[in-house]
């Protein structure tokens, strides 16, 4: 049965990584619903968080090959209740005195969205949460004359102890064995 995973590969920074990790998605016929990628936690190296909607047998399977890549470190999948994730969404609204009041009615205190920047005849606002929570809020905000509209992709952490930390404290100590014994 096909489910939401999220992909979190812990990678160097390399030119062409981000092609060959996504093509290894369109060989399986895999959609890729978002993908984030920006520093993580440790000097060096990078993090790309990937939605998909699949099975769990191939998700694994791709993961594998993503960890088969040579400048990727480690790869994760989680079912959504593993972590904890969020989107962040901009709507562009023509300015309309008549219905400003409504406006910061609905967006604050029926979203618990902000106003970003008022630019002239436009504000701009702000919304992070889930993808269903920020698609909410645009369809609230259609009355309002949209402008522009943008959504990222999901951020995300496990909800356990961090698995890259560990991974690494793991290779620590099998390293130090291997040493201790020789």
Known sequence: MKQRFTIVIFTENEIGLLNRI????????????????????????????????????LTIKV????????????????KDDD??????????????????DK???LVIK???????????????????????????LFEALEPFDIQGF??????SLSRTYSTFSKYLTDLETQSTEINFNK
Request: aromatic share 8%; glycine share 4%; proline share 0%.
């Open 22 to 57: 996504t093509s290894l998605f369109t060989q399986r016929h895999i959609n890729i619903e978002s993908i984030t990628a920006s520093e993580s936690e440790y000097k060096g190296i990078h993090r790309f968080t990937i939605v998909i909607q699949q099975t769990e047998e």
């Open 63 to 78: 993961v594998k090959q993503i960890e088969k890549q040579v400048d990727v470190l480690k790869a994760f999948h989680f």
């Open 83 to 100: 972590t904890i994730y969020c989107e962040i969404a901009l709507y562009k609204i023509r300015r309309d005195e008549n219905a400003d």
């Open 103 to 105: 406006l910061l009615n």
């Open 110 to 136: 029926g979203h618990n969205a902000f106003i970003r920047e008022i630019l002239g005849e436009f504000i701009v606002i702000e919304k992070t949460g889930t993808k269903e929570e920020t698609h909410e």
């Open 150 to 155: 943008v959504r990222s992709g999901r951020v």
